[in-house]
């Protein structure tokens, strides 16, 4: 009788903590069905129909998808802007992921005034995307900007110049300038990992004559690649749907010329500045794709990741 009424007491415990944890998950799942959920059913079928102005008209199957790659100006538009959604992925990769793994490594060794640089770090991501990009065009105006100001000043001129006007140069602004006000994230991230590794460890290596880059590649590198796995997914997600920044840098029609067009900008012209009597059809065309190559690749990485993760424990 004992044992069954313990078994009985233990079974009861696991009932309300799991009817506890679905009262705390409840509000957050509801959101996520009303915010997100929702939407996104709501997108796909949209794009399954035809429409004129907001009155929905036949069952067009997948006419709209075939609309956007096999017409203008959305034939032209979509791989230029994919390109550049690939560039802000590819140079956040590089200099924001990059930069904040070594600032991350570097405070964490650095004791003194840790704290403060973290902070002044993690600042501008706090910041309205809008508003940095912004400040980033007043800053680089050829008229009155400081940028080209202080190049004048210090003799290199030949370095001033329409920064957001030249083609050449516009879609790196746009990258520099996520990766800016990014930087701060992954050095939170990577400093919370590496305040989860023993310092006991890199000790040991130090005492059998390890150097401080082998120390990083063979043991603090490893130990850091969930966290790297986890900043490089959000990383892709977060450039794929880039949007305020390259608004506020180029506008919607992602001036100059399309140098700063992204796949978020096109959707935004096609649903709202196209005049299109099927607007809303091809916009949720564009949208559920954009959806499904995010979430594809997301979940391919993920799951390179843990298996890279596997290998290596």
């Known amino acids: 009788m004992p044992v069954t009424n313990s078994r009985r007491s233990r079974n009861t415990g696991i009932t309300l903590s799991r009817r506890a944890g679905m009262v705390f998950v409840l509000p957050a799942l509801i959101l996520f069905v009303i915010f997100i959920l929702y939407p996104l059913i709501t997108a796909l079928s949209y794009s399954l129909f035809d429409w004129t102005g907001i009155v929905r008209g036949d069952f067009s199957v997948f006419d709209n998808y075939v609309t956007i790659f096999t017409q203008l100006p959305y034939k032209d538009a979509i791989p230029n802007a994919f390109v550049h959604n690939i560039l802000l992925f590819v140079g956040a990769m590089v200099f924001q992921n990059t930069i904040g793994l070594g600032l991350a490594v570097l405070l964490h060794r650095v004791r003194r005034f840790k704290r403060f640089f973290q902070t002044v770090y993690t600042l501008p991501y706090l910041v309205s995307p809008l508003v940095v990009g ?43 300038v996520t990766a800016w006000q990014w930087v701060g994230f992954p050095v939170l991230l990577y400093g919370a990992a590496l305040g989860g590794i023993p310092d ?26 969930p ?87």
């Open 134 to 176: 912004y400040l980033w065009s007043l800053m680089l105006s050829p008229l009155f900007g400081p940028v080209n100001a202080v190049l004048k000043g210090i003799g290199l001129d030949a370095l001033a110049q329409p920064w957001l006007g030249n083609p050449t140069t516009a879609i790196w602004v746009v990258v520099f």
């Open 200 to 225: 006991e460890i890199d000790e040991a290596a130090s005492l059998d004559g390890a150097t401080p880059w082998q120390r990083f590649r063979d043991i603090t590198g490893p130990l850091l690649l």
């Open 227 to 313: 966290a790297i796995g986890t900043v490089s997914v959000l990383t892709f997600i977060g450039a794929m749907e880039a949007f305020a920044i390259p608004y506020a840098l180029g506008g919607s029609a992602g001036n100059p010329a399309g140098a700063t067009d992204v796949l978020s900008l096109l959707f935004y012209r096609t649903a709202f500045e196209s005049g299109s009597s099927n607007a809303i059809g091809t916009s949720s065309a564009i949208a559920t794709l954009l959806f499904l190559f995010i979430f594809g690749v997301a979940l391919l990485m993920t799951w390179l990741m843990r298996r890279a993760e596997r290998r290596l424990y």
